[in-house]
C-alpha cells in the first residue's frame, strides 16, 4: 500500500511540474514535453533515474521522463558493448518498440476517429 502512496506522489509531482512549466512559464506542450524528456535523460545518465524507479514504481516509469531514462539507459549499454557506434544503435534498441506501438495505435486511431483539422 506505501508502494501505491509513493507512486501516486512521484507521478503526481512530474507532472505537476509539467503542468507548472505550461502554466506559469508558458511553455507550449512540446516544449514541456521535451524538457521533461531530457530531464529524464539527464538523471539517467547520472544514475538517479533508477533508484526512483525502484522508489516509486509505475509513478516514475509512466511519465514521459521515464522515456529520456531509457533512451540514456540503452546508449550506455550499447556504449560498453559496442564502443561508441553503441550509443546510435542502444538508443534504437531499447525504445523502439514503444515508438513502434506509438506508430501503430495512432494509425489504428486516424482510421477509427475523424480528425478535426
Known amino acids: 500500500m506505501i508502494k501505491l502512496f509513493w507512486a ?12 507548472i512549466m505550461m502554466d506559469v512559464f508558458k511553455l507550449t506542450p512540446a516544449h514541456t514535453t521535451c524538457t521533461l ?3 529524464g535523460a539527464i538523471l539517467g545518465g547520472l544514475g538517479w533515474y533508477e533508484p526512483l524507479i525502484k522508489f516509486a514504481g509505475a509513478g516514475a516509469t509512466v511519465p514521459i521522463s521515464s522515456f529520456g531514462n531509457s533512451l540514456v539507459k540503452g ?3 550499447e556504449a560498453e558493448r559496442n564502443g561508441i557506434i553503441g550509443v546510435l544503435t542502444g538508443i534504437f534498441d531499447v ?5 513502434s506501438a506509438a506508430i501503430i495505435f495512432a494509425f489504428l486511431a486516424s482510421l477509427v476517429f475523424k480528425s478535426k483539422g
Open 95 to 99: 525504445t523502439s518498440s514503444g515508438v
Open 37 to 39: 524528456v531530457v530531464i
Open 8 to 19: 501516486f506522489i512521484i507521478g503526481g509531482g512530474i507532472c505537476v511540474l509539467g503542468q
Open 75 to 77: 546508449a550506455l549499454v
